[in-house]
């Protein structure tokens, strides 16, 4: 019943999903979960973070129908715990609209990504690499409806804010550069 232990199970869970150990890693939220309900009760904004990362999980192993679930029930918890325009809304949108995505619902996944966006460019700095994550969400939901200059419009200013927000390149830099590069690999889900 402590927050400190929610978080400690929280960040194993996180290691064991870098790591591809994704049962185990579902068992760590779940125990953080539990834990963060009995140390904080049941209005408490950081019972989001076990759904959400159930969620991240799910996606990682392709289940994306699963993955949708958990989304949607942190964005609930967010909607209902945190200011409307919350930068972990805004988390909760842009990884909603992944997995959207992934399940083909294009229309449904550009509004998440767009309200992400709104959100992200209002808080957070400009050339953060939230914004530009979303940015590329976006015009990747656009170009997957066919909307292609409303695609290459985001894509450019994203990778105008990308040279800023990681200005020694990186991984980061380069997943950003390949799905631009080549958004129908990046539309291509996954396999289980």
Do not use: C
Request: aromatic share 8%; charged share 25%; net charge negative.
């Amino acid at each position: 019943a402590s927050s400190d232990y929610a978080n400690s199970q929280n960040m194993l869970g996180n290691i064991a999903r870098q790591e591809g150990r994704y049962d185990e890693s579902i068992a760590y939220y779940k125990r953080a979960e539990a834990s963060y309900r009995a140390g904080l009760g049941d209005h408490h904004p950081y019972l989001a973070f076990p759904p959400y990362n159930m969620g991240e999980t799910e996606f990682a192993r392709g289940n994306y129908a699963v993955a949708l679930t958990y989304y949607d029930r942190a964005l609930a918890l967010r909607r209902e715990l945190l200011a409307p325009d919350h930068p972990e809304t805004a988390d909760s949108l842009d990884a909603r609209s992944q997995v959207l995505m992934a399940l083909r619902r294009f229309e449904d996944a550009r509004a998440d990504a767009e309200a992400a966006l709104t959100i992200r460019r209002a808080k957070l700095p400009p050339d953060a690499p939230a914004v530009v994550h979303s940015l590329v969400h976006v015009g990747l939901a656009e170009y997957a409806l066919d909307h292609k200059e409303g695609a290459k419009s985001n894509w450019d200013e994203a990778l105008q804010r990308a040279q800023r927000a990681w200005p020694d390149g990186g991984a980061e830099l380069a997943q950003v550069r390949s799905v631009i590069g080549d958004p129908d690999a990046a539309l291509r889900p996954s396999p289980k």
